[in-house]
C-alpha cells in the first residue's frame, strides 16, 4: 500500500473531516492508495467534490483531475477564490 498526502487551502480544510475532526492547516489529509490514482479520486475520497475545487498542483506543476499521482507525492489543493 501507498500513500498520497493532500493539503488543503483557501477554507478547504475545514470543509473535511478526517478521523473524526479537521486537519489543521500545516496538517496533511494522507490518502492511502494501491498504486497510482487519477487526482479527482483523490480528492473525492476525501469528500470534495469538482465544483469544490480550482486549482491542483504536483510541486510546481498544476494537474488536472484526471492526472495520475502515485505513492508519496503530495499535492496542493485550491478552491475557487473571489473578490477584486
Do not use: C, Q, W
Amino acid at each position: 500500500m501507498g500513500e498520497i498526502r493532500v493539503r488543503l487551502y483557501g477554507g478547504l480544510d475545514e470543509r473535511v473531516a478526517v478521523n473524526g475532526g479537521f486537519p489543521g492547516p500545516d496538517e496533511p489529509i494522507r490518502v492511502e492508495v494501491d498504486g497510482p490514482v487519477r487526482v479527482g479520486e483523490v480528492l473525492g475520497r476525501i469528500g470534495l467534490s469538482e465544483k469544490e475545487v480550482h486549482a491542483v498542483f504536483l510541486g510546481k506543476k498544476r494537474v488536472k483531475l484526471v492526472d495520475e499521482v502515485k505513492d508519496g507525492d503530495t499535492i496542493a489543493v485550491f478552491p475557487p477564490m473571489a473578490g477584486g
